[in-house]
């Protein structure tokens, strides 16, 4: 009896993990697409962007639009609802955290003088 409760746990607690395995995955799909919004500069003005997002993994690509330019996404990585990545040339690095169709986003930049600014905005799934 003993044997057969601890065996029905161990595939329940097997059960469980594979779930919540198949939801961290289901979340990092749904990051797949373009996503826009205004990026805030520190003199208060904004910078219209599109970021469009492809995952395979726990890797996360795409490309960053905004001022008529395209730039690849590099170091990007997804883990669930969480992602990070950085634009091709740029120093500052980005995270995020996706909820339903928003992604709220930081920004962080190092200035010459070592100190770091962070910078928050949100990404909107841009309905196509």
């Not at 995955?25 to 492809?54: R, Y």
Request: proline share 3%; glycine share 10%; hydrophobic share 35%.
């Amino acid at each position: 009896m003993t044997k057969r409760l601890i065996l029905t746990a161990a595939m329940v607690l097997v059960t469980v993990c594979r779930l919540m395995s198949i939801a961290n995955a289901a979340q990092a799909s749904d990051i797949n697409g373009k996503w826009g919004g205004k990026m805030p500069f520190p003199n208060g003005a904004f910078l219209e962007v599109t970021f469009e997002f492809k995952v395979n993994g726990k890797k996360l690509s795409g490309t960053a639009y905004g001022s008529g330019q395209q730039i690849p996404l590099v170091d990007g990585r997804v883990n669930g609802d969480v992602l990070s990545f950085k634009v091709e040339g740029e120093k500052p690095e980005y995270d995020g955290k996706l909820s339903g169709d928003q992604i709220q986003m930081n920004i962080t930049m190092e200035r010459d003088n070592g100190e770091t600014r962070t910078s928050s905005f949100t990404l909107k799934r841009v309905k196509e």
